[in-house]
């Protein structure tokens, strides 16, 4: 929902899901992915917070994990952030 993706960001979640983009294992990675999808799908200014986040270069470095799940996550995540730019 909208409240509480702006509850994500509110109560700053984002840099934590970046940093398990870029440090945990592959499940973290999958659901950090998944839950910044979950941010930008809503508006252009919570796509833009999820950007501010640090956010891209994480998930674009999840494109080339092994795991195509986590693939699947982060390309999912960067089309929403896309869409809205």
């Not at 945990?24 to 501010?52: C, E, G, T």
């Not at 986040?53 to 693939?71: N, T, Y």
Request: with cysteine.
């Amino acid at each position: 929902s909208d409240e509480l993706a702006e509850s994500v960001v509110k109560h700053e979640i984002l840099p934590q899901l970046v940093y398990s983009l870029s440090q945990q294992n592959r499940f973290y990675k999958k659901a950090a992915a998944f839950v910044l999808r979950a941010v930008s799908k809503h508006s252009p200014q919570l796509a833009q917070a999820v950007v501010d986040s640090g956010a891209l270069e994480a998930l674009v470095a999840c494109l080339e994990e092994f795991d195509p799940s986590v693939k699947e996550s982060a390309a999912w995540a960067l089309g929403y952030i896309a869409r809205h730019t």
